[in-house]
């Protein structure tokens, strides 16, 4: 997810959308320990996308 479309999100969805992505993070990360986890670049996509909405975030509350 760009950027661009996260800045169009309302407050409220990104914060839900953190949510359930650190949900798969998690799910992600415990399938990787497992050995189960086939794409492991999965992880550092989720990583990055919350990384961006969290910047949005802040970007917000400094307005």
């Known amino acids: 997810m760009y950027a661009k479309e996260i800045r169009e999100m309302d407050t409220a ?9 650190k ?9 990787q320990a497992t050995g189960q986890l086939e794409n492991t670049a999965r992880i550092s996509t989720i990583k990055k996308t919350i990384a961006r909405m969290k910047t949005v975030l802040t970007e917000r509350e400094s307005e």
């Open 13 to 21: 969805t990104i914060l839900n959308e953190i949510d359930n992505l």
């Open 23 to 31: 949900k798969e993070l998690f799910d992600l990360r415990f399938k």
